[in-house]
């Protein structure tokens, strides 16, 4: 097993099962309405099969209708839980005292005997995973109004928590899973089990790498180095799906298609951007406003954590406050640095063999773009997948 492997244990890594007890201090939970479990199971008539809508890492999540007719969003946390009570905890710690319309509502938990339930507001239309990238049939029309303002919407609930909530907020976890719809197709960013709080004298801590592939900031998840630019970061590979409407990993797909954001890398510097837009949009779509976004997305993505944009600006770029234009996009290069392979091609292609044993994808990848990022994510992604 190389160093790296530890980092990347499970898709979703976090803590490992049941590293925390069920009953770890649940006394101190104050600030968010206590529901009593007979009042959950008769809201989902006793958490029917009918009743169920998701199911998570944390458990199923069932449709209920609470005591005073509000709908609700049921999540039950399972005995074998990979999220954890401490990811439970978490959640009710970090969202129980916030609102804004881009951040999920949490109206309180259940603690009672083993059972650890949380309730939130319910939400119409499903994630952005599920409906927009998912491959079953949906009825939302993405057109690009609606895309925009999703993309809109996501920056303004992240800059609220990166800059307004004290102490600072880093979701660690966004991703088009955790972006769910409500009946007006307002995004709203859910999942806060892997938060974490900054408070304001704080910039960076060093953590345990957690959150999904395809979205973590190289530096946290090399060095777990972990800032608000890792958002940032998450939040760029999303904005490249919402325009792209497809997932940023692909492996059904031809080699030089798989990795969304080599494939932006590429056409940036072949002024092509463009063509990453969701072809199904056929045409219908703000040219130079969709080039924007892309070139957002890039700016999100960069390497160096201090290059990306704020939360704030990306805001403000995206409704074309700034001009984006005239801000300079730096080429991926520290991935190289941060992974101690400093070279040519040749070079990297030697360390490649020697880090992962998989010397097949990292060919096709120094041949063919001889791009470090993408060299790079090749290591990560065999690292990974032979790690799990
Ligand atoms: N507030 C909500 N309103 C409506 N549906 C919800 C709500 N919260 C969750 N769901 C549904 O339940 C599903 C599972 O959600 P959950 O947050 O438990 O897991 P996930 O984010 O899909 O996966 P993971 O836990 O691995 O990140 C969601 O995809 C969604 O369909």
Known sequence: MTCFSLFFRR???????????????????????????????????????????GQGGFGSVYKGRLKDGTLAAIKVLSANSRQGVREFLTEINVIADIKHENLVELYGCCVEDNHRILVYGYLENNSLAQTLLG????????????????????????????????????????????????????PIIS?????????????????????????LAPEYAIRGQLTRKADIYSFGVLLLEIVSGRCNTNKRLLFEEQYLLEMAWERHERGKLVELVDASLNGDYDVEEAHRYLKIALLCTQDLPKLRPSMSTVVEMLIGEIDVDKEKISKPGLLSELLGLKGDKGDMKNKSSAVSGDSSKLDHSSSSSGNITSYATMTFNSIYDRSN
């Not at 609220?160 to 307002?186: C, G, M, W, Y």
């Open 11 to 53: 898709k979703r890594a976090s803590l490992p099962p049941h590293s925390v007890d069920i009953n770890e201090d649940v006394s101190g939970i104050q600030n968010t309405n206590m529901y009593s479990y007979k009042e959950l199971r008769m809201a989902t008539e006793n958490f029917s099969l009918a009743n169920k809508i």
């Open 135 to 186: 491959r079953g049939h949906s009825s939302i029309q993405f057109n690009w109004h609606t895309r925009r303002d999703i993309c809109i919407g996501i920056a303004k609930g992240l800059a609220f928590l990166h800059e307004e909530v004290q102490p600072h907020v880093v979701h660690r976890d966004i991703k088009a899973s955790n972006i769910l719809l409500d009946k007006d197709l307002t």
């Open 191 to 215: 999942d806060f089990g892997l938060a974490k709080l900054f408070p304001a004298n704080e910039t960076h801590i060093s953590t345990r790498v957690a959150g999904t592939e395809g979205y």
